[in-house]
């Protein structure tokens, strides 16, 4: 059963750079594709984009300026990054595992609240 | 982008209930859905991928149907621990986007 567990700093201030890392047990990086989504207070989910198991990446394109997901398979992990961050971006970041063809996400994190505030 | 509205936004149901709630594409997007179940504090679940295939593990009372642009999820015999926010989301485009859920609470 592939484990997900998020991690990183639960409030960070306006403009700085969100960082977030999703560890990856009984399953590895190197296949599969490895997402991102989030889900702000009291609205839906937004999908931020994933990383193919080739390394390659896909965005959403109303956050593809400012996000940056990179993987480290010494340590199976995958890495979310999102700059200049606003108040906005306060949000569950949730990590998940993405099944080819019809790109289900089988397999999700907790989620960690992040928020944007000064 | 596909954008996918989600029907009813709550609905109130008890025990042993049969549920319907359904899910409608701004486009047409062949049988490219997927429905997850979202409990506060517990990591999300696929229930349905490919619009009526079941994800491994999932009991057999829920079920998917549609294809094009209107698609369901139903639950046979709603369950305890069923109550919860079901969201759909789309996979037609490499722009993934979802819906915006529907609750099931306790009537």
């Known amino acids: 059963q592939v484990q997900l567990q998020e991690s990183g700093p639960g409030l960070i201030k306006p403009s700085e750079t969100l960082s977030l890392t999703c560890t990856v047990s009984?399953?590895?990086?190197?296949?599969?594709?490895w997402g991102w989504i989030r889900q702000p207070p009291g609205k839906g989910l937004e999908w931020i984009g994933y990383?193919?198991?080739?390394?390659?990446?896909n965005y959403n394109p109303s956050l593809k300026s400012r996000v940056t997901i990179s993987g480290d398979t010494s340590k199976n992990q995958v890495s979310l990054r999102l700059s200049s961050v606003t108040a906005a971006d306060t949000a569950v970041y949730y990590c998940?595992?993405?099944?080819?063809?019809?790109?289900?996400?089988?397999?999700w994190g907790q989620g960690a609240l992040v928020t944007v505030s000064s | 982008d596909i954008q996918m509205t989600q029907s009813p936004p709550s609905l109130s149901a008890s025990v042993g209930d049969s549920v319907t709630f359904t899910c409608r594409a701004s486009q047409s997007i062949s049988r490219y859905v997927n429905w997850y179940q979202m409990k506060s504090g517990k990591a999300p679940k696929l229930l349905i991928y490919a619009a009526s295939n079941l994800h491994s593990g999932v009991p057999s009372r829920f079920s998917g149907s549609g294809s094009g642009t209107e698609f369901t999820l139903t639950i046979s015999s709603l369950q305890p621990e069923d109550f919860a926010t079901y969201h759909c989301q789309q996979s037609y485009s490499p722009f993934l986007t979802f819906g915006g859920g529907t609750r099931v609470e306790v009537k």
């Open positions: 998940a595992r993405g099944v080819e063809g019809v790109v289900q996400f089988d397999s």
């Open positions: 009984d399953a590895s990086i190197t296949t599969h594709y």
């Open positions: 990383m193919y198991h080739s390394g390659g990446t």
